[in-house]
């Protein structure tokens, strides 16, 4: 019957509980806090006004479709988790973003991607990241240029987000992330002359690494707050870095070191705060393992030999397909039940 | 002392049991009226044997055990029986507490039908909360060699302290209640386990090993943390044994008894005392006076928390049993019985009623505690869409309603009581699919009935054709052929078919307690039906031929 339940427990036991589900998502938002404030601080107030502007979308968008669909609003919206959304999606755009771009955006997220298939905890895909990968095969010119690390208000910053700019002078103002230059190297170039023509504007390598850093600090945090488990980042992580490295140690003169990898684009910000959503990841321990596992080597799969620059939102969305499979073939045996003996696997389910 | 074994999962609870392992054990005062009700145990209730107006003492017989699991039942005071209801027996006191009790019985040179026979007059049923009786979980070496004798003092849960005071103050007497109990079912180890949250029973127990004999005695601390005290977590904790699902500590060698079960059988054993009392914690922060009491069965429990000084006004709840899987009384005009651990009065800060259930996100926390290794999460999405094969095939009947994920659950889903509904949905589907299982078997009885009384005709007139007969000395004709081999034959498989039939009873009683018998109860009374008929039958036929071969001898 349990009369008792961690968040009623006023004891000092409280502290190594999980918090109730609406300041789980608040812890998150809170954890992404370092990572958003460093990347302001490299690429200009553009990430915090993606940032508020895609929260905003979220709220209104939620409460829209919560209205539409007779929910409860205000209990609702309290969970949080709509906000979390735009925050992740905010995040991950390009700074300065048009406004039309995000609001698209989070149009796909909540209300496609999540409230459609039933609201929270019942979305099969990672909403956010729906939103992305919407916005990057739809709008290329917008998704692909990062506006290289210039102070925190970069040049028509207010006309850019206002969706005002024309295009043409979108091209002058950005640059590309390292990971598309490093793409578009050629096979021709070897890396290492690559790398000596300093082929990205002073600075870019170094603002992404303390970007990266920023973001495993508010991993580090979900952690310890117990937020999160270990597994899939660490699963994750650890696929990537050891495929990068098979791939580096094959042909350094090709493939970009395992620590380029890991630090630039969206690996730690993907590996704690995206691939770790509890509603679209794999449940059990052991599908947790398989399902980071499959996102890091996706990831380097595609960032190698596909058409993308970075991958992390394909591989998630790609690796959300396959949890219901994940979930049936990873059942742990209960504690008493005999050992499988023969048989398909999963074929008792 | 480190154990190197362990069970999945589990949480830690915050304990709240200082407040009433502080206090020292008393005796309640006596009850100037007690009600006891006719089931306090898993199987049959008990059948009342004493009518309105008979005066009783303490420890007689009131209801007798019906069918094979059931229990007797006792007065718990003495006084005047004022009421006998299908349910219930009621008894005013007279306030003099006279006691009835059996002779001791000295248990090293007692033999096993005496001692099992003693248990089973004493309605000694088990005192952890299943209520199992005592008597039939002492025949299980019967069916399986038992090695291990396991006293489980876990006492997982938050706010129980029964355990912990009964063995800080009476260690050497639950040792040789264990003793006892030992000796009946063979085992040859006997281990505590305890949770290292309670060192003056830890203590207490560490003196009192020395002197127990003859079965050597292991206590094994294990570290605090729920629910330990799960049968099955805590073979596995102590003895790395996994109970084999749907099946029984036995299958593995093992038996569990609580500390308080062992103690009322040594009473029972050595007092001659039946069961008419048991330890109960009074806790919570609406009570002024926490402690635990010897309480006699059938106090009402407001009379009991009243002299405990109850605050009405703070009270919120009252639960019998522990916050984890207890039950909240609906009425506190309710007895203790042989299942009342505990009774927690608290506060609404104490225990507050959890937060509205918001949507599961599947982070699975609750997966990380279950000490069964199951999917909590996959089996509430079932339970809630009514998914039957899925549920099975996710081991819903494996779960033990520990709590432990509804306590984690984020989302403050009230998982237990989805899995509970499920399950006794499942239940209900189950008998209905035996109903007419049970139709047949009802028949089977009465055709059994018939054969028996035919057979015992037969035998009572050929009784009285050879009382006849042998004066005249003339011997029954050997041309009639007696097919004795063949009813011999008969005769052993009828009682192999008892035997079975007393097993599978015993085996579905203490694997679900909560489970009718009525249908393996008729099975086993037809078979007993048999055998009778097959005892007449053979016994007839040697009547028949004894005459044929003392004739055969004489010449």
Not at chain 2, 109 to 134: D, Q, W
Not at chain 2, 328 to 355: R, S, W, Y
Request: proline share 7%; with cysteine; hydrophobic share 40%.
């Amino acid at each position: 019957m349990s009369m008792m339940h961690a968040s009623g427990v006023n004891d000092a036991a409280k502290a190594t509980n999980v918090p109730p589900t609406a300041s789980l998502m608040r812890w998150v938002i809170i954890a992404t806090l370092p990572g958003i404030a460093t990347m302001s601080y490299f690429f200009g107030l553009g990430v915090i006004s993606n940032v508020l502007l895609a929260a905003a979308f979220g709220v209104a968008l939620e409460a829209a479709v919560l209205r539409l669909r007779r929910r409860p609003i205000r209990v609702m919206l309290n969970d949080s988790s709509a906000l979390l959304t735009g925050v992740l999606l905010g995040a991950s755009l390009p700074p300065a973003s048009p406004w039309w771009l995000i609001g698209v955006g989070m149009i796909a997220a909540i209300v496609v991607a999540k409230q459609l298939y039933g609201g929270l905890g019942h979305n099969p895909f990672n909403p956010a990241m729906v939103g992305y990968a919407l916005l990057l095969v739809s709008f290329p010119t917008y998704m692909t240029l990062w506006a290289p690390p210039q102070g925190l208000i970069p040049d028509g910053l207010w006309a850019q987000i206002a969706g005002t700019l024309p295009t043409a002078q979108l091209d002058s103002l950005s640059g590309a992330t390292p990971l598309d230059a490093f793409k578009h190297k050629g096979d021709a170039v070897l890396a290492s002359e690559f790398w000596a023509t300093s082929p990205l504007p002073e600075g870019t390598l170094n603002a992404w690494r303390w970007v990266g850093l920023a973001w495993l600090a508010g991993g580090v945090l979900l952690l310890a707050k117990r937020i999160i488990s270990w597994h899939i980042p660490v699963a994750m992580v650890g696929s990537l870095v050891v495929l990068a490295t098979l791939f580096y140690l094959s042909d350094p003169s090709h493939f970009a070191s395992p620590l380029f990898h890991l630090l630039t684009g969206a690996t730690l910000f993907g590996a704690f705060f995206i691939a770790t959503d509890p509603v679209s990841a794999a449940t059990s321990r052991r599908g947790k393992l398989l399902y980071g596992v499959g996102i890091g080597a996706l990831v380097i799969t595609i960032r190698t030999f596909g058409g993308y620059p970075d991958a992390v939102a394909f591989a998630v969305l790609l690796m959300n397909l396959c949890v219901p499979l994940l979930d049936l073939y990873s059942v742990p045996r209960p504690t008493g039940q005999p050992k499988a003996t023969s048989g398909k696997p999963g074929e008792r389910l | 002392m480190p154990s190197a074994y362990d069970f999945p999962g589990g949480v830690y609870l915050p304990e709240r049991k200082q407040r009433s392992s502080q206090a020292t054990l008393i005796e309640a005062p006596l009850p100037s009226r007690v009600t006891l009700p006719l089931q306090q145990h898993s199987g049959q209730p008990a059948t009342p044997c004493v009518a309105p107006g008979d005066r009783v003492k303490v420890g007689s017989v009131i209801a007798n055990r019906e069918g094979m699991i059931s229990s007797n039942l006792h007065t718990s005071i003495s006084g005047t029986v004022t009421e006998v209801t299908t349910a219930q027996i009621t008894i005013e006191s007279d306030g003099q507490d006279e006691w009835f009790r059996l002779p001791s019985l000295d248990w090293r040179s007692a033999g096993r039908h005496e001692l099992l026979e003693r248990l089973n007059e004493s309605g000694i049923v088990g005192l952890g909360g299943a209520g199992f009786p005592s008597h039939i979980k002492a025949r299980v070496d019967e069916r399986h060699a038992i090695d291990t004798l396991v006293i489980n003092a876990a006492e997982c849960e938050p706010y129980i302290t029964a355990d912990d005071l009964a063995l800080r103050h009476y260690p050497g007497e639950i040792l040789e209640g264990a003793q006892i109990i030992a000796k009946l079912c063979g085992a040859r180890h006997i281990v505590i386990g305890i949770e290292d949250n309670k060192p003056e029973a830890i203590g207490a127990l560490q003196q009192a090993l020395a002197d127990s004999q003859p079965v050597p005695v292991e206590l094994t601390v294990i570290p605090t943390r729920y629910p330990s005290g799960g049968e099955r977590q805590l073979i596995k904790k102590l003895l790395d044994l996994n109970v084999p699902s749907g099946g029984l500590p036995a299958d593995v060698g093992v038996l569990c008894h609580n500390p308080g079960t062992l103690l009322a059988i040594l009473h029972a054993v050595l007092d001659g005392q039946p069961l008419v009392s048991r330890i109960v914690t009074l806790t919570g922060e609406a009570i002024a006076q926490p402690g635990n009491r010897w309480v006699r069965l059938g106090t009402s429990v407001k009379e009991l928390l009243e002299e405990a000084g109850v605050n009405h006004s703070a009270l919120n709840q009252v639960i019998q049993g522990g916050p984890m899987m207890g039950t909240p009384l609906l009425t506190l005009d309710t007895p203790v019985t042989k299942l009342t651990n505990c009774l927690i009065a608290a506060t609404l800060d104490e225990l507050p009623p959890p937060p509205a259930e918001s949507p599961c996100i599947r982070c699975g926390e609750c997966e990380s505690v279950c000490p069964v290794a199951l999917l909590p999460q996959q089996l509430h999405w079932y339970a809630r869409a009514q998914d039957d094969t899925k549920l099975e095939r996710y081991h819903l009947f494996d779960c033990i309603e520990c709590g432990a994920c509804s306590y984690v659950c984020p989302s403050h889903i009230p998982l237990v009581v989805d899995y509970r509904e499920a399950k006794s949905r499942l239940r209900l589907q189950r008998i209905e699919a035996t109903k007419a299982e049970h139709a047949k078997h009802r028949f089977e009885f009465r055709q059994a009935r018939l054969a028996r009384e035919e057979a015992e005709k037969q035998a009572r007139k050929q009784a009285r054709q050879a009382q006849q007969r042998r004066p005249s000395n003339t011997a029954t004709s050997s041309s009639e052929k007696v097919d004795l081999r063949g009813l011999r034959i008969a005769h052993a498989a009828a009682k192999a078919s008892v035997k079975k039939a007393e097993k599978t009873l015993a085996r579905v009683a203490q694997e679900d307690p909560k489970q009718s018998l009525d249908d393996l109860e008729m099975q086993l009374a037809t078979a007993q039906e048999n055998l009778k008929a097959a005892e007449w039958q053979l016994a007839q036929a040697r009547e028949q031929q004894s005459p044929d071969s003392a004739s055969k001898e004489s010449p």
